[in-house]
Every structure is written in structure tokens, then in C-alpha cells.
């Protein structure tokens, strides 16, 4: 009887065990080790994933771009009126990238071989990593911006860009290659 239990409890943790460890952690460092390997083709369930990722992304953009806004309007930051103004207008305009990235999203899931969407949302990303690392170079914003800045650079660049819209244009190029037309021979004829 009690080898039995035994046995039973050994089945037991060797199948949570196993079960635990096909459970696939789609992270940035997976998408990287992704985007560095030769092979750059995704499965379905693998860029449903990558769009999950980039939204979250987004939305994390969103949150940190709110928190600024709050910092600045509310004096907790040190910047001078005129500085405020102008970096209220650069998080209106990431505003702007957030929401296009969002819909371009939306459309990749309805359309995943959309290469329009898939060009406004690399360039949203790209355009967010750019104003996040200057927000992280500022002394009075680096504590609320952290480590997303370089974060959304590497999804941007060489997770987004090499594992979805490189594979995706040359789809479209090979796609849009016609088979050359052969030429007919021209008729000699006899001048009058």
C-alpha cells in the first residue's frame, strides 16, 4: 500500500512537471533569440503573440506618457514653463503614435499580411523609442520613463522589424513579381 502511494505521488509531480515545463514564456528575450537566429518565420500562435507583446508595449507607452503629463502639470518635476510646454507637445504627439499603434494592431490581428499597417505601427514604435529615450535622458523624467525606453527600442527594431516586416515584404515582393512575357518574334515583312 505504500509503494502505491508512493508511485502515485511520483506520477503526480513528474506530470506537473512535464506539463509545467511546455508552457512557452513569450518574452522579449524569446523574441530576440528569435529575431538573432537565421530562420526568421514565426507560427501563427507565435505572431498572435508578438502582437500581444507590442500592445502591451503600447499600453505600459500610455501609462508612462500619463505620468509625465501628471508630473509636469502638477510642478513635480523641475522644468521651467517654456521647457513644459514644448514636452507636453512631444506627449501629445506620442499620443498620437500610441493610438495609430493600437489601431494598426487591431488591423495586423483582422489582416496579418496588412504591409501598410504593419509600416505605420514599426514606425509608431520606432517614433515612441525615440521621444522615450530622450525623455529617459532628462534628469526629471528618467525615474517615471526606466527601462521601457531601451525596452521598446529592441521590440521595435529587431523583434518587430526582422520577425514580422521583413518576412512580410518579401512576401509582397516575391508576391508582386509577375513571370516575364515572352516576346514575339516580329514579322518581317516586305517594305512597299
Known amino acids: 500500500m505504500g509503494y502505491?502511494?508512493?508511485?502515485?505521488?511520483?506520477l503526480i509531480l513528474f506530470l506537473g512537471f512535464v506539463s509545467v515545463g511546455k508552457a512557452v514564456d513569450y518574452s522579449l528575450q524569446y523574441f530576440l533569440s528569435k529575431a538573432s537566429s537565421k530562420t526568421f518565420d514565426l507560427s501563427k500562435k507565435e505572431k498572435t503573440e508578438l502582437?500581444?507583446?507590442?500592445?502591451?508595449?503600447?499600453?505600459?507607452?500610455?501609462?508612462?506618457?500619463?505620468?509625465?503629463?501628471?508630473?509636469i502639470q502638477t510642478g513635480e518635476t523641475d522644468v521651467r514653463y517654456q521647457e513644459g510646454k514644448f514636452w507636453m507637445s512631444k506627449l501629445e504627439d506620442d499620443k498620437g503614435s500610441i493610438e495609430t499603434g493600437i489601431q494598426q494592431i487591431k488591423?495586423?490581428?483582422e489582416?496579418?499580411?496588412?504591409?501598410?499597417a504593419s509600416i505605420k505601427l514599426y514606425k509608431s514604435l520606432k517614433d515612441l523609442s525615440v521621444n522615450f529615450n530622450t525623455y529617459n535622458n532628462m534628469s526629471s523624467f528618467s525615474a517615471l520613463v526606466g527601462d521601457s525606453a531601451p525596452?521598446?527600442?529592441?521590440?521595435?527594431?529587431?523583434?518587430?522589424?526582422?520577425?514580422?516586416?521583413?518576412?512580410?515584404?518579401?512576401?509582397?515582393?516575391?508576391?508582386?513579381?509577375?513571370?516575364?512575357?515572352?516576346k514575339?518574334?516580329?514579322?518581317?515583312g516586305k517594305k512597299p
Do not use: Y
Not at 503600447?58 to 505620468?67: N, P, T
Not at 512576401?171 to 515572352?182: L, N, Y
Open 51 to 71: 502582437l500581444n507583446r507590442l500592445e502591451e508595449v503600447l499600453k505600459q507607452a500610455q501609462g508612462i506618457r500619463v505620468k509625465l503629463i501628471h508630473a
Open 151 to 182: 525596452e521598446m527600442e529592441l521590440w521595435a527594431d529587431p523583434v518587430f522589424f526582422k520577425l514580422h516586416l521583413l518576412p512580410l515584404a518579401h512576401s509582397k515582393d516575391t508576391e508582386g513579381k509577375a513571370p516575364p512575357r515572352e
Open 111 to 116: 489582416r496579418p499580411s496588412h504591409l501598410v
Open 4 to 10: 502505491r502511494k508512493i508511485f502515485i505521488g511520483g
Open 107 to 109: 488591423l495586423l490581428r
Open 184 to 188: 514575339k518574334p516580329e514579322a518581317k
